[in-house]
């Protein structure tokens, strides 16, 4: 079963943020904007531009990016989320371009982007050549000199049983280093709802030009 499919099936359900609160069932989306993210912009800086999440789930990293300015256009494969994401920008009244796409297949209208943002995403390929081609597709919707964070699982946790796919530093340069320029690669946590939050890897990146 194909990671896309797993994740549309774990979001089908009209009552699936009643049985599956944050960090539940499909705990990539935990109700609040990660604070990776928070602090990124915050601090690099990252000024307001056209942005692009990709796999942006229930939309609360999107929808945080537009209530800073950003113009932003969000997708996600899994139609289910994308529902959501529309339902709750709805609720607070924020404008956010909330798509049904697959990244890897379908160029994204709107680029390109100042700024793109993944958490979760890249580390779910399995080969060097997946993720180098990844890379390149971010990289050709990025406008000369934009900026890539990627949350990405960190093969330094000693974890045993669920949680997200772990990559070492050399996995994450190999298949950047043709297409972006490392700024910081920094690890850390993921924003999470559970006691002991998995351990990421915090990777900002420039295009090369």
């Not at 915050?42 to 950003?70: H, V």
């Not at 900026?147 to 190999?174: C, F, H, M, Q, Y």
């Amino acid at each position: 079963m194909s990671e896309d499919l797993r994740r549309e099936q774990r979001y089908q359900s009209t009552e699936w943020l009643r049985r599956h609160p944050p960090g539940g069932d499909t705990p990539w989306d935990i109700g609040k904007p990660d604070f990776n993210l928070i602090q990124s912009v915050a601090t690099t800086p990252i000024k307001p531009c056209k942005a692009l999440e990709i796999g942006c789930g229930a939309g609360d990293n999107a929808i945080w990016l537009s209530q800073k300015d950003f113009q932003v256009v969000a997708m996600d494969a899994s139609e289910e989320a994308i529902e959501k994401a529309k339902s709750k920008a709805g609720e607070r009244n924020v404008k956010c371009d909330f798509r049904v796409s697959d990244f890897m297949t379908s160029r994204i209208a709107g680029a390109p982007f100042g700024f793109a943002f993944d958490r979760g995403c890249f580390h779910t390929l399995a080969s060097d050549q997946e993720r180098s081609s990844f890379a390149e597709i971010v990289r050709d919707h990025l406008e000369t000199d934009g900026l890539w964070l990627s949350l990405i699982g960190n093969a330094d946790e000693p974890r045993e049983g669920p949680g997200p796919p772990k990559l070492t530093a050399r996995d994450i340069v190999n298949a950047l280093e043709p297409y972006f320029e490392i700024l910081s690669l920094v690890s850390g946590y993921f924003g999470s709802n559970l006691p002991h939050p998995p351990r990421a890897w915090v990777c900002l990146m420039r295009r090369r030009r």
